[in-house]
């Protein structure tokens, strides 16, 4: 029982920057990773950036693909149960639906849960 919302795609220039949010509500007093994924037509999703919550040695780690490393940087403000993904010098490759994905652990056997919001578009193009 987790909603997540995504919020700040929209149409921006090459080099230009955009900011991107996840707001997450309902059951999330155990999240364990929450995730930013991008997805063209034809192609698989695939994961931007994640960062790490939930405590333990682990809490705040991020990791960050590739092709985005030194542009985007992944944030969170755990009071308002929002994830961030700062987008910089943006490319046409970076063009796609962007969606945040939270993965939640609960039950006895401390199962992890996903969910995923409905996606934002973002276009780099001049």
């Known amino acids: 029982q987790v909603q997540v919302v995504e919020s700040g795609g929209g149409l921006v220039q090459p080099g230009g920057s955009l900011r991107l949010s996840c707001a997450a509500s309902g059951s999330i007093l155990n999240i364990d990773v929450t995730g930013w994924y991008r997805q063209v037509p034809g192609k698989q999703r695939e994961e931007v950036a994640a960062?790490?919550?939930?405590?333990?040695?682990?809490?705040?780690?991020?990791r960050y693909a590739d092709s985005v490393k030194g542009r985007f940087t992944i944030s969170r403000d755990n009071a308002k149960s929002t994830v961030y993904l700062q987008m910089n010098s943006l490319k046409p490759e970076d063009t796609a639906i962007y969606y945040c994905?939270?993965?939640?652990?609960?039950?006895?056997?401390?199962?992890?849960?996903?969910?995923w919001g409905q996606g934002t578009q973002v276009t780099v193009s001049s």
């Open positions: 994905n939270v993965r939640v652990r609960a039950g006895p056997t401390w199962r992890e849960y996903s969910y």
């Open positions: 960062i790490i919550s939930g405590g333990g040695p682990s809490d705040g780690g991020t």
